[in-house]
């Protein structure tokens, strides 16, 4: 089975998934002209996006939400269950709170919208890759004043969870490490960025150490 472990090497593997021929053929044509991306597969449909992704084993999913035969959300879970190495990036033109709370729960890496520049589209795909959570700005401020609870402290969970991302874990080593997968540290940074109002990992670590959550650094 393949490892959840980031990936190291040069060529980064990318499937699409999106009903319109136009959006995949656009975005085929973009990343082929970036060094270190292949474009391995399309997918018009979900349960298509599934099959290929067990078929090619890519780096990246690029998703959308709505399509046909299992939606983007849907086609998320069974990709990540079938290939769990795989990081999948929602793109889509919707950015309800609930849209954004599913593909995060299905566990999605990231969440952008498909006004995007092409730019921070390939920066979302190479982090990604690595292990790191991709937010659009407005995706972000949506999915923290979703989740936020000003009052509520940490779980212990939450600011172990923290606490590894302070000394530079990515989150499959953070799971591996507690033992359990990584979607659920996904789900349990997300919780804990919504708590401390912040939308990304280096802001919850700093603001967390600012309120006494965590320990300052030696």
Do not use: C, W
Request: hydrophobic fraction near 45%; charged fraction near 20%; charge should be negative.
């Amino acid at each position: 089975m393949t490892n959840s472990r980031p990936v190291t090497r040069d060529v980064l593997t990318v499937l699409i998934a999106d009903d319109h021929p136009v959006v995949r053929t656009g975005l085929r044509g973009m990343l082929a002209a970036e060094a270190g991306i292949s474009v391995v597969a399309e997918a018009a449909s979900g349960l298509e996006a599934i099959a290929m992704a067990r078929r090619h084993e890519p780096d990246v999913v690029l998703m959308d939400l709505r399509m046909p035969d299992g939606d983007g959300v849907e086609a998320t879970a069974g990709i990540l269950a079938a290939v769990p190495a795989a990081r999948v990036v929602v793109l889509t033109t919707y950015e309800s709170d609930a849209d954004i709370v599913r593909a995060v729960e299905a566990g999605a890496t990231g969440y952008l919208l498909k006004d995007v520049p092409p730019a921070e589209l390939v920066r979302a795909i190479r982090a990604a890759a690595l292990g790191e959570t991709v937010l659009g700005p407005g995706v972000a401020g949506r999915l923290v004043s979703h989740l936020q609870r000003p009052s509520e402290p940490l779980s212990p969970r939450e600011s172990e969870i923290l606490a590894h991302v302070a000394q530079g874990l990515t989150n499959a080593e953070i799971g591996r490490g507690l033992h359990i997968s990584e979607a659920t540290v996904k789900t349990h940074l997300m919780r804990a960025f919504g708590k401390l109002g912040v939308s990304d990992r280096t802001a919850a670590v700093t603001r967390a150490i600012e309120l006494g959550m965590l320990p300052s650094p030696r």
